[in-house]
């Protein structure tokens, strides 16, 4: 297990000034949160690899901006949109390999209050299928992260796919489990064995997004919880940018989450 830590964190800051950076910290461990559709094509990414390699960073897992649109993109009666998303989640499946990310984090449907009946369940699973089929086909593994205005808020949500879809693997979001009034642990016993990424944060009674060591939260109970599933990945931090003033403060971040996995 060691620490690592998302592009998201410096957002709106572009990528390219961003890796440096996090290297500076003390990482060696990132996501990256792609911010825009060019950012998807191979004269950038491969720019950026060349970047991260150079400074010694592994690409853990790479994250689209265009997760607010998946259950549209993905998961709608229409047809034609399904196929130009897969098309579309291709492409961002094969940006992945070439930066070796093992992972693409993925939100999925909007939650809607709705419920669905057994067909369109079922033709849901069928899309989540096709997905980690084609990720597969890269060498990359779809990774479902639960978050709060999504269905995946929701553990019974996840339990389902779990159950339906035994291709799928899953990345607990601390902050988002918080938001979605919901503890962490609930959601990391439903993931289980198929949790292949983390992100993490603090909290308290008052924000659900810290710095990490700025809240409450328990890391030496989290850590623990995560080797007991037998959890071997990492750990990425991901605050915003409002959460801190000075780089440095995730700096501290980093070397305290040290005391509990490797950076």
């Known amino acids: 297990m060691r620490i690592g830590m ?46 991260a390699r150079s400074l010694g960073l592994d690409i853990v897992s790479v994250h689209p901006y265009s997760s607010l649109m998946e259950g549209m993109l993905l998961f709608s009666d229409y047809a034609r949109r399904t196929e130009d998303g897969m098309m579309q989640y291709q492409r961002y499946f094969e940006c992945a390999a070439a930066l070796g990310a093992r992972y693409l984090t993925f939100h999925g449907e909007r939650d809607m209050g709705r419920t669905d009946d057994p067909a369109r369940w079922e033709r849901k699973c069928a899309a989540y299928r096709r997905l980690c089929t084609l990720a597969a ?29 035994p291709e799928l693997r899953y990345t607990l979001d601390i902050k988002q489990a918080y938001r979605s009034g919901q503890s962490w642990k609930e959601v990391l016993d439903v993931m289980g064995d198929r949790l292949v990424n983390v992100h993490i944060n603090d909290f308290s009674a008052e924000q659900s997004c810290l710095v990490p060591g700025a809240g409450t939260m328990d890391y030496a109970d989290f850590f623990s919880r995560l080797r007991t599933t037998g959890y071997d990945g990492h750990t990425i931090i991901e605050v915003y940018r409002s959460n801190f003033h000075d780089p440095e403060e995730l700096g501290s971040a980093v070397h305290m989450l040290g005391r509990f996995a490797p950076i």
């Open 137 to 165: 086909a890269c060498g990359v593994t779809l990774a479902q992260e639960n978050v709060a205005w999504c269905r995946s808020r929701d553990p019974a949500f996840l339990r389902a796919l779990y159950r339906d879809v």
């Open 6 to 51: 998302s592009t998201a964190c410096f957002y709106p800051q572009p990528l390219e000034e961003i890796l440096p950076i996090i290297a500076r910290l003390g990482v060696h461990a990132v996501e990256i949160f792609f911010n825009t559709e060019s950012e998807f094509e191979p004269r950038f990414y491969e720019t950026l690899g060349a970047q």
